[in-house]
């Protein structure tokens, strides 16, 4: 058995155990389930109990009593589960199951995603455990898939080209192998390669956005490790061939840098749904807490060695930059957007250059990482400007106002907020690592882990320290701020003279001392910084939203933008 594939089974089996022990954990309500706000929890722990008490490739380390009592509870929860199920043939959400439960499961309202991911975990499980089912909770599960088959739940046309689709194509090929239905299993295997060609045309707009991405890599891993057909799983081979060079492009030790599409709290100011990345490339610390299970534990992608390689043993400074084209299954391109990021072994920075409004205003525009490795507190470092759906100590939701600046290790922000415009809030916030920290007005120098941090604000701010993050409130002054942040390696620092904090502050403020003007009477904004690299930046934003940007003297551009 080949190195990587011996480490990517001993982590599923810890993933495997730490599931397993906290479902016995978890508090069982009145109603017999363990949790009421989404069903799909119910069963994806159960799915992982049963499985490491019964699959000998996890180990169970647990005596025979507790194995087996282990067991009987999973197969209670998988029973209820299933049974919420709306089995009437009549119904209009026949197939479907209800996503919360509220207070009385049997009357939850069906809802359509629930049996988008669980469908397809529900396929691999049956697949998988059949033979170790008792015959009663066997049949439960194979006719809870004849419904899902007899229904519309699966019958989806491509239109958006995102996670949804990605798991409805997943669950036609599944249900189309599973009833040997020859036609439903071609229509989705062509809706996966028009997936596939639209990704490598136009790049993958759901870009940074968990627990989305892993939908898309859970479904079609599902596929990969259940259906034989030979052009099926090689259009598969291709498929996650291609999400996980995505996905490896991105990774530093258990994170996902540069701009996230959209981002949940586990998300940021922290990255914490790291189970896939933790068994795929396992070089930051065992999570201790699971904030989606799903299906992480019960199958891997096995990647080449040279892509884990690559990224896990990062020597050199990589910059990449992308272009996103946002269009439909129709191939009607609506927006274009700009992605950067430049990754060291100790750091990341970047971001999307375009604002771009999408659900649940979620998006999270750039940031500067800290491996998982670095920092107990959060380990991602920016400022925002809060707007639609901000909520006082979530620091998600940024507005739409703001113009952006990255190069290499720094990134510049500057905000002009017309006083007219239901977002304008009157603050920009910020969100820090913790660590060694000195501030004095509108700066702040920062150790932290292998790397200096420092930040410059064009307002004077508010510092905060909270459990997990120190929190800055900058107010704008005549609707305007701006902010610059620079990070920098300790080994890269040294070689600059600089030993400790002292030496940090010394160096950089004497490089920048006014990097901000702001003419009010034209409401025009310039900044000009000066990096520890000793390039200068240059960036120009007027009430009338026109912006520029200099590097080094020279206007930046974006045309060497590709997708790829």
């Known amino acids: 058995?080949?190195?990587?594939?011996?480490?990517?089974?001993?982590?599923?089996?810890?993933?495997?155990?730490?599931?397993?022990?906290?479902?016995?954990?978890?508090?069982?309500?009145?109603?017999?389930?363990?949790?009421?706000?989404?069903?799909?929890?119910?069963?994806?722990?159960?799915?992982?109990?049963?499985?490491y008490c019964i699959d000998k490739e996890f180990e169970c380390d647990w005596n025979d009593e507790q194995c087996n009592n282990a067991k009987d509870l999973a197969l209670t929860m998988i029973q209820k589960v299933l049974s919420l199920q709306k089995k009437n043939t009549h119904d209009p959400m026949y197939g479907h199951w209800a996503l919360n439960l509220g207070d009385d499961p049997s009357k939850a309202k069906p809802n359509s995603l629930p049996v988008e991911l669980m469908g397809c975990l529900l396929v691999l499980f049956y697949n998988k455990y059949q033979h170790e089912l008792p015959s009663d909770i066997k049949n439960d599960c194979y006719q809870a898939i004849t419904h899902m088959y007899e229904s519309n739940v699966y019958k989806q046309p491509l239109t958006y080209m995102y996670h949804h689709e990605a798991k409805h194509t997943s669950l036609k090929i599944l249900l189309g192998d599973f009833f040997e239905n020859k036609e439903l299993l071609e229509q989705g295997l062509q809706l996966a390669k028009q997936q596939l060609n639209h990704i490598r045309r136009y790049g993958f707009k759901e870009y940074g956005a968990l627990p989305w991405f892993w939908h898309w890599i859970q479904s079609f891993t599902c596929v990969w490790e259940v259906v034989e057909d030979l052009e099926v799983k090689n259009t598969m081979n291709e498929l996650l061939d291609n999400l996980w060079r995505l996905r490896a492009d991105y990774y530093l030790k258990g994170t996902w840098v540069g701009p996230h599409s959209r981002q949940w709290p586990h998300d940021a100011p922290k990255d914490t749904n790291t189970l896939f990345d933790y068994i795929h490339f396992g070089d930051f610390p065992l999570p201790k807490e699971i904030v989606r299970l799903e299906g992480t534990g019960l199958f891997a992608y096995e990647l080449s060695e040279a892509i884990v390689q690559a990224v896990t043993n990062r020597m050199q400074p990589t910059e990449i930059k992308r272009k996103i084209k946002f269009s439909n299954a129709d191939d009607i391109v609506t927006e274009e957007a700009h992605s950067y990021v430049y990754i060291m072994p100790e750091y990341a920075v970047g971001g999307i250059w375009e604002r771009i409004n999408e659900y649940d205003n979620e998006q999270q525009r750039w940031d500067i990482t800290l491996p998982l490795t670095q920092t107990e507190s959060v380990n991602q470092a920016y400022f925002f400007h809060p707007g639609l759906k901000y909520v006082p100590g979530d620091d998600r939701h940024a507005s739409s106002f703001g113009e952006v600046m990255y190069y290499k290790d720094t990134v510049i922000q500057v905000w002009n907020v017309p006083l007219d415009e239901k977002e304008s809030i009157p603050f920009i916030i910020g969100c820090l690592p913790k660590g060694e920290w000195l501030f004095n007005n509108n700066r702040g120098y920062g150790k932290i882990g292998d790397t200096f941090l420092q930040y410059q604000l064009m307002n004077e701010c508010n510092v905060e320290e909270k459990e997990d993050r120190i929190s800055i409130t900058s107010p704008l002054s005549s609707n305007m701020n701006g902010v610059i942040m620079e990070i920098i390696s300790s080994k890269d620092a040294k070689e600059l003279g600089i030993q400790d904090l002292e030496s940090f502050i010394t160096t950089m403020k004497y490089k920048n001392e006014k990097c901000f003007t702001g003419d009010v009477s034209e409401a025009k904004i310039t900044s000009s910084y000066v990096t520890w690299r000793n390039e200068w930046l240059h960036i120009i934003l007027d009430s009338q939203g026109n912006i520029k940007r200099f590097v080094n003297n020279l206007e930046h551009a974006l045309e060497d933008y590709q997708i790829k």
């Open 1 to 51: 058995m080949h190195y990587s594939t011996i480490a990517i089974h001993n982590r599923r089996k810890e993933i495997a155990s730490l599931a397993a022990n906290k479902a016995l954990e978890l508090p069982i309500m009145p109603s017999g389930y363990w949790f009421h706000n989404d069903i799909r929890d119910n069963f994806y722990y159960a799915i992982h109990l049963f499985a």
